[in-house]
């Protein structure tokens, strides 16, 4: 069992309150090292707090409200009591922001394992080990370890206390590494820092786009809108909710008549949804709702689809045909991709929600609509072979 243990009781450099509660991403430090610690399998998280300020307390909410198993206690001899000696406990130091793959990197070494960096200029910062290397902020070590902390460890220091412990006991060390391919590593003591760990996240964050628009439109758009989003601490789930709505929004519309004013509402919807796919990437919350989200999604975009079809049903009732052909064709085609696989390389030219939703534009724009939705039709089908084609190479 791994557990993750996080220190928030060090006030900010130079003003008031804790590094824990300062903004990063789009949500606070606590936070953001909760759902680090929980994304590389910690089953619990204990928090040492001495204080519990109002911020730190929607924290602790908010991250219940997901599902996370947070318990924050007072002093280390709580923990001592609440962890098994032969319990994994990976330790995020106070106000200390990083990414999976430097806890992935210290998680396959044995235990206790410390993470490090070189002495050099750059780090110096970060609290010195030896003449030639300096704790990067994260331990793993075992229930004995903290235990035996906790007994001797009076007015000392917790974290440097248990770095001496874990260094005494033959701790592995583990280097983090250094150039554009080191992991994302940043401390978070006043609001300037956690400003700059911030823009770190915005840079190394990684979202594989899913189609021609996702690449060249809505991708550059969302990252251009991320920080102010994040500073906002905008929810994901709320754009995520909003895009679906949008398109629920739109067969209403379209429902009423309304056919321009419907399909502007459909088009809204993709960079509302991009945005937030990119935002739950960056704090990394929504992964075990992703699927919910994007299902979801495809059923409100099925209905404002069926209600084009029966808003263009004065052309006569094929308008409603080939909605339903577009429409079976992009579920074979998320079918196909689901039981029999993907092809190695995603052509950016597959039929996507985002891109039959915008297909329509030149078509409409000349008044021919029936032909946009005989294009759309035929554009899912294509996918569909193309796709069947390059798995079918593949296997």
Not at 212 to 234: E, G, T
Not at 240 to 266: D, F, H, Q
Request: with cysteine; net charge neutral; hydrophobic share 50%.
């Amino acid at each position: 069992m791994l557990t993750g243990l996080i220190v928030a009781c060090e006030d900010v450099a130079g003003g008031t309150g804790l590094r824990a509660e300062l903004p990063v991403a789009g949500q606070t430090v606590l936070e953001q090292q909760t759902r680090l610690l929980v994304e590389v399998g910690a089953e619990r998280v204990i928090t040492i707090a001495e204080q519990l300020p109002p911020a730190i307390a929607a924290a602790l909410a908010r991250l219940r409200r997901d599902g996370i198993a947070i318990e924050i206690v007072r002093r280390v001899e709580d923990v001592a009591q609440r962890v098994r000696p032969d319990e994994r406990l990976l330790m995020l130091a106070d106000g200390v922001v990083t990414d999976t793959s430097a806890a992935e990197r210290l998680l396959s070494a044995s235990v206790p394992a410390i993470l490090t960096l070189a002495d050099v200029p750059e780090s110096r910062n970060w609290e010195l080990i030896d003449a030639s290397a300096r704790w990067a902020g994260m331990l793993l070590v075992d229930g004995e370890l903290i235990r035996r902390t906790a007994r001797m460890l009076g007015d000392w220091d917790l974290q440097s206390t248990l770095l001496r412990n874990a260094v005494q006991a033959g701790a592995e060390r583990v280097d983090l590494g250094d150039g554009k391919h080191a992991p994302l590593l940043a401390q978070v003591t006043d609001a300037g820092s956690a400003l700059a760990a911030e823009q770190a996240i915005s840079r190394v964050a990684a979202r594989g786009s899913t189609g021609l628009l996702d690449r060249f439109v809505f991708d550059p758009l969302a990252r251009a809108l991320a920080p102010r989003a994040m500073a906002a601490m905008i929810d994901p789930a709320w754009l995520r909710g909003g895009a679906s709505a949008l398109l629920m929004l739109s067969a209403l519309v379209l429902m009423g008549g309304g056919r321009w004013p419907g399909l502007v509402l459909a088009m809204l919807s993709g960079p509302v949804d991009v945005l937030g796919r990119h935002l739950a990437g960056l704090t990394m919350r929504l992964r075990k709702d992703h699927r919910r989200w994007t299902q979801l999604r495809h059923g409100t975009a099925s209905a404002a689809l069926l209600a084009l079809g029966w808003n263009l049903r004065d052309y006569g009732w094929g308008t409603l045909a080939l909605a339903a052909a577009t429409l079976g064709g992009m579920t074979a085609l998320l079918e196909h991709e689901r039981w029999i696989g993907k092809p190695p390389r995603r052509p950016f030219l597959l039929a996507d929600t985002d891109l039959l939703i915008w297909l329509l534009i030149p078509f409409a724009l000349a008044g021919w609509w029936p032909v946009g939705l005989a294009a759309q039709a035929a554009f899912a089908l294509a996918s569909l072979l193309t796709v069947q084609r390059l798995t079918r190479r593949q296997s």
